[in-house]
C-alpha cells in the first residue's frame, strides 16, 4: 500500500492550492484519512481530517480549507483558499487503512508535499 501526495507548489497570499492523495496496492478497507503539515522547526500537526461523514479541523484553517474524498478512487482531496505566508509547510496525507480480513488496521502516510506561501 503506497500513498501517493501531489498537487504542492508556491502560491501568493490569497492564492490557492488543491492537494491530492491516491491511495495504491490492495486494501480491503480504508478508514479515516487525513492531511498534516510540518513547518520548519515545528512539530508536525493535524490540518483536516475525514471519516465516514464527518470533518474535523484546526482552527487556524477553518472556513478556508475544505477536506473531501472520493472513495470510488480512494483518493482524498485538500482544497486550500485564502492561504497565507503561515501556511507553508510540508503537507502529508495519512490514511487508516485495513489491507486484508485477517490484517489490523494500521496508519499509511504519504511522502509530503510541500506548499509554499509567498510574494
Known amino acids: 500500500v503506497q500513498l501517493q501526495a501531489s498537487g504542492g507548489g508556491l502560491v501568493q497570499p490569497g492564492g490557492s492550492l488543491r492537494l491530492s492523495c491516491a491511495v495504491s496496492?490492495?486494501?480491503?478497507?480504508?478508514?479515516?484519512m487525513a492531511w498534516y503539515r510540518q513547518a520548519p522547526g515545528k512539530q508536525r500537526e493535524l490540518v483536516a481530517a475525514?471519516?465516514?461523514?464527518?470533518?474535523n479541523y484546526a482552527d487556524s484553517v477553518k472556513g478556508r480549507f475544505t477536506i473531501s474524498r472520493d472513495n470510488a478512487k480512494n483518493t482524498v482531496y485538500l482544497q486550500m483558499n485564502s492561504l497565507k505566508p503561515e501556511d507553508t509547510a510540508v503537507h502529508y496525507c495519512?490514511?487508516?487503512?485495513?489491507?486484508?480480513?485477517?490484517?489490523?488496521?494500521?496508519?499509511?502516510w504519504g511522502q509530503g508535499t510541500l506548499v509554499t506561501v509567498s510574494s
Open positions: 496496492g490492495s486494501t480491503f478497507s480504508t478508514n479515516g
Open positions: 495519512n490514511a487508516n487503512i485495513r489491507r486484508s480480513m485477517a490484517d489490523w488496521s494500521r496508519d499509511y
Open positions: 475525514i471519516s465516514g461523514g464527518s470533518t
